[in-house]
Structures are given as C-alpha cells and as structure tokens.
Nanobody, 131 residues
Framework: QVQLVESGGGLVQAGVSLRLSCAASARTFTNYVMGWFRQAPGKDREFVAAISSFGRITYYEDSVKGRFTISRASANKTMYLQMNSLKPEDTAVYYC????????????????????????WGQGTQVTVSS
C-alpha cells in the first residue's frame, strides 16, 4: 500500500512556471512507477507524464512535451512535475498515481498512459492558468 499526497497547485498567469510535488508514503519508493494525470471540468482524466521506478524512463503526453518535466527523488520519496510556459488549457486538477513496479515491467507504451493501470491515487491539486 502507498499513500500519495500532491501539493504545489495554484492560480497563475499564462507563461509562468509551477512545480507540483507528490509525496509517497511507500516503504520502498522504488517499488513503484509513478505518473501524473489531470482532469479539466467536464472532461475525462487524462495522462500527462509518467516515470519509471528509478527515473530512467519517462513518457509525456504530446501537448506537454518540451514544457513539462517529470522527475523523482528517492531520498525524500517525492515525485515532481515541473511545468513551464503554462497555458490556460493546462487548467485542471492534477493527480499523481502509482503502480507496482512488478506489474509495470510488462507494460507497453500505451499502458503507461492508461489510467486504469495505476492502483494508487492522490487527492489532487488544482492548477488554474489565467490568460
């Protein structure tokens, strides 16, 4: 079992940067692969980025490539999402998610982007980008 707590959201203007954090309670942080998803009002929760257990492999949704960077730090059991050049269309509740690394070892590239593959979720943090 792992508990996830997001932080770092807020109301910002377009073009600025924001960094989200996701603190994990896992006994062994590297036993989990992790990801960020987001959900805008009236829309489904969508994939944003994902990272392997030791951070060597990352995946990004096309609209955030080059602007967002996912990372993780085992020392403090925290995953990050650095968001630069924010746009109004980035407005959403951002959720962090985790899955057991043993399950993820068989994942395809599509699986990494699939909400249902992740077993653990945080409560979400709101990001609002004004134009």
């Amino acid at each position: 079992q792992v508990q996830l707590v997001e932080s770092g959201g807020g109301l910002v203007q377009a073009g600025v940067s924001l960094r989200l954090s996701c603190a994990a309670s896992a006994r062994t942080f590297t036993n989990y692969v992790m990801g960020w998803f987001r959900q805008a009002p009236g829309k489904d929760r969508e994939f944003v980025a994902a990272i392997s257990s030791f951070g060597r492999i990352t995946y990004y949704e096309d609209s955030v490539k080059g602007r967002f960077t996912i990372s993780r730090a085992s020392a403090n059991k925290t995953m990050y999402l650095q968001m630069n050049s924010l746009k109004p269309e980035d407005t959403a509740v951002y959720y962090c998610a985790a899955a057991d690394v043993r399950s993820a070892s068989q994942w395809s590239a599509t699986d990494w982007r699939t909400r249902g593959k992740y077993d653990y979720w945080g409560q979400g943090t709101q990001v609002t980008v004004s134009s």
